[in-house]
T-cell receptor, first 111, second 111 residues
Framework: SQQGEEDPQALSIQEGENATMNCSYKTSINNLQWYRQNSGRGLVHLILIRSNEREKHSGRLRVTLDTSKKSSSLLITASRAADTASYFC???????????FGTGTRLTIIP | DAGVTQSPTHLIKTRGQQVTLRCSPKSGHDTVSWYQQALGQGPQFIFQYYEEEERQRGNFPDRFSGHQFPNYSSELNVNALLLGDSALYLCASAIGLGEQYFGPGTRLTVT
């Protein structure tokens, strides 16, 4: 079963704008990770945030984590056409022995 | 350095048949996990192998079985295929409980 849900399910924005997607989960976690998937192929790891962290940055990516609300957000700044993909959050309870994925957000960047 | 590789890329099988999917982990990785991703859904954890043993298993029936070889490569076997087994099957490798690196997946279609 899915751990949680991403919101929105689909998002279309103009190139250059910022994209924000949210993830909610149900159980206590050790860490939360965000992945990108292009055209139903393999997943690319974007960023990991641990349960004792509140915010993390990597290039144009900013991730926040609120464990009290069991939610996370991924912000992609200055979007590019190449950012068009599906984005998934995944949670791990202990280490990374099992990742539980959300339902994904399909992001379309309009040139 | 080759990443995670999976074979075959695509596969078409008939209901009731059996299928074997293969995964070669990233060089130096000793842990292999398998995920099933139905169309429009997030990946779901099937099981994980470490030191040739199944370390953890998700909520999948016994029709799904696996194996890890001494060189850390892995196979996923599915018996008595159902239409609902049609999905993208993803393999991920890691060093112990570290970050998981995903392969491109095998698209299985059951007719």
């Amino acid at each position: 079963s899915q751990q949680g849900e991403e919101d929105p399910q689909a998002l279309s924005i103009q190139e250059g704008e910022n994209a924000t997607m949210n993830c909610s989960y149900k159980t206590s976690i050790n860490n939360l990770q965000w992945y990108r998937q292009n055209s139903g192929r393999g997943l690319v790891h974007l960023i990991l945030i641990r349960s004792n962290e509140r915010e993390k940055h990597s290039g144009r990516l900013r991730v926040t984590l609120d464990t009290s609300k069991k939610s996370s957000s991924l912000l992609i700044t200055a979007s590019r056409a190449a950012d068009t993909a599906s984005y998934f959050c995944a949670t791990a309870n202990f280490g990374n022995e099992k990742l539980t994925f959300g339902t994904g957000t399909r992001l379309t960047i309009i040139p | 350095d080759a990443g995670v590789t999976q074979s075959p890329t695509h596969l078409i099988k008939t209901r009731g048949q059996q299928v074997t999917l293969r995964c070669s982990p990233k060089s130096g990785h000793d842990t292999v996990s398998w995920y099933q991703q139905a169309l429009g859904q997030g990946p779901q954890f099937i099981f994980q192998y470490y030191e040739e043993e199944e370390r953890q298993r998700g909520n999948f029936p016994d029709r799904f079985s696996g194996h890890q070889f001494p060189n850390y490569s892995s196979e996923l076997n599915v018996n008595a295929l159902l239409l609902g087994d049609s999905a993208l099957y993803l393999c991920a490798s890691a060093i112990g409980l570290g970050e998981q690196y995903f392969g491109p997946g095998t698209r299985l279609t059951v007719t």
